[in-house]
Nanobody, 124 residues
Framework: QVQLVESGGGLVQAGGSLRLSCAASGRTLSTYVMGWFRQAPGKEREFVAAISRSGGRTYYADSVKGRFTISRDNPKNTVALQMNSLKPEDTAVYYC?????????????????WGQGTQVTVSS
């Protein structure tokens, strides 16, 4: 079992940047595909980005492609989401998630472990 804790959220103006971090404990992160999801008020949780176990493959939602970058540091057991050119529609609670399966998936129900989330608010 793995425990995930997100940090780095906050309030930023449109066009600004934030870097989210996800720290894992309990098991080594290298055994999991890692993903970031977000949920805005009144909306379903949606996929943002994912990264393979080794970090060699990444996948992004079309809405964030070219603006967000997911990365991982397996020796440090952390995953990051660098968010640039933020827009008001990026406002949401952002969640880090771990998936024991090998293939990258964008489906939230496939992920086995979740953090508590961190709030990102982008003002216009």
């Amino acid at each position: 079992q793995v425990q995930l804790v997100e940090s780095g959220g906050g309030l930023v103006q449109a066009g600004g940047s934030l870097r989210l971090s996800c720290a894992a404990s309990g098991r080594t992160l290298s055994t999991y595909v890692m993903g970031w999801f977000r949920q805005a008020p009144g909306k379903e949780r949606e996929f943002v980005a994912a990264i393979s176990r080794s970090g060699g493959r990444t996948y992004y939602a079309d809405s964030v492609k070219g603006r967000f970058t997911i990365s991982r540091d397996n020796p440090k057991n952390t995953v990051a989401l660098q968010m640039n050119s933020l827009k008001p529609e990026d406002t949401a609670v952002y969640y880090c998630a771990a998936d024991i399966h090998v293939a990258i998936t964008t489906t939230a129900s496939r992920y086995d472990y979740w953090g508590q989330g961190t709030q990102v608010t982008v003002s216009s």
